[in-house]
């Protein structure tokens, strides 16, 4: 015997509706991110290689039509969390003010912008994920470092500042930009020992920023740009 309405619960009249039309944004937003955290979990416990399309749309509880849907293949997936994990660094990067501001302390709001990637578990878990698979998939670590560059272009730009006007002992902005980042993020000791003190930290971006410009500060800047505070 069929059941009726009221057999199943619902009010006399009232028929069992099926949801209709596409998901919401939000949620759509929420799936997507909720799969790349799967992801992320996959590729960092069993690497590029021996992670699969497959555990990951089990893990995520979807179908892999749903997976291959929303990125194409592994490599596409790999790539969204690449730019994913580089925004909220990029963000960061992008909102450090440069007008009229003494050097050192713009350098030394660059540098805390930079060592967001140590505080991050996405960023930082897909940086040790690229250096990890960089002999095996040196197309996907290029990928990932392309992305890092791409993310630093306003403190390039700023180094070409510094530069054009006389104030830095260098000619190439992209190797000062590099050999800054060497400093700030203290090597790979981030990427080998997870031990980030939030106050040592601070004092490491001074002490850096004070040797960078040491270093780097072309003789008689206080006239070329008295705004230099190096101390």
Request: a neutral charge; one cysteine or more.
């Amino acid at each position: 015997m069929a059941s009726s309405n009221k057999d199943i619960g619902l009010p006399v009249g009232e028929a069992k509706r099926a949801p209709r039309g596409r998901p919401r944004k939000i949620d759509e937003a929420d799936r997507h991110n909720r799969i790349l955290a799967h992801a992320l979990d996959e590729f960092t416990t069993h690497g590029f290689s021996g992670t699969s399309m497959e555990s990951i749309a089990r893990r995520a509880q979807i179908s892999k039509m749903t997976l291959y849907k929303y990125f194409g293949n592994k490599e596409g997936l790999f790539r969204a969390l690449g730019l994913k994990a580089s925004r909220p660094v990029q963000e960061r990067v992008a909102a450090v003010a440069t007008a009229g501001r003494p050097v050192a302390d713009t350098l030394r709001d660059f540098a805390r912008a930079i060592q967001y990637q140590e505080r991050d578990h996405l960023a930082f878990g897909m940086l040790r994920l690229a250096v990890f698979e960089q002999h095996r998939f040196p197309l996907i670590a290029a990928a990932v470092y392309q992305s890092g560059l791409d993310t630093l272009t306003p403190l390039l730009r700023y180094m070409d500042g510094l530069i054009a006007d006389g104030a830095l002992r260098q000619e190439d902005p992209e190797e000062a930009m590099v050999q800054f980042c060497a400093l700030v993020t203290r090597g790979h000791r981030f990427l080998l020992v997870d031990d980030v003190d939030h106050v040592a930290l601070d004092q490491f971006i001074e002490r850096s920023v004070a040797l960078f410009l040491r270093g780097m500060a072309a003789d008689g800047i206080a006239k070329v740009r008295p705004d230099i505070d190096s101390n």
